[in-house]
């Protein structure tokens, strides 16, 4: 449809603010209040938040959080500045929540990636409205 923009939303995520995890959520979930099948907005905002929380964490710039409703699915995507590509990896100890973020993604998403950009990169995932 000509004209039409799908909706988005845009946030920038400071250096190490941790807070903006919960506030991603926030976010997304106001904007997906009438998205998607059962259950998969929560999946989305689960998601999400390991995206954001690996880009906080993990490097020592802010990140870029976008996320966008298309007819048919969800696409977000956290930029962020430090050109280290991340690889899912098996958590260490049964006790530890670390190292399970991409693992769930991997698991949860339809899709999901890592784009190089020219300074950092772009860590997306999507999920179609319906689940499979």
Wanted: proline share 6%; glycine share 10%; with cysteine.
């Amino acid at each position: 449809m000509k004209g039409h923009t799908a909706p988005q939303l845009r946030r920038r995520l400071g250096r190490a603010d941790l807070r903006a995890v919960p506030e991603a959520r926030r976010a997304l979930r106001e904007l997906l209040r009438h998205w998607g099948g059962p259950g998969r907005s929560d999946v989305a905002e689960l998601l999400t938040s390991e995206l954001v929380t690996n880009a906080l964490v993990h490097t020592d710039e802010g990140a870029v959080l976008t996320a966008t409703v298309g007819p048919r699915a969800l696409r977000v995507e956290v930029r962020d500045f430090v050109g280290r590509l991340p690889r899912p990896r098996a958590p260490e100890a049964e006790e530890s929540t670390d190292g399970r973020g991409l693992v769930l993604v991997q698991s949860l998403a339809d899709d999901w990636g890592v784009h190089p950009c020219e300074v950092g990169k772009s860590v997306w995932f999507e999920l179609d409205a319906e689940a499979a």
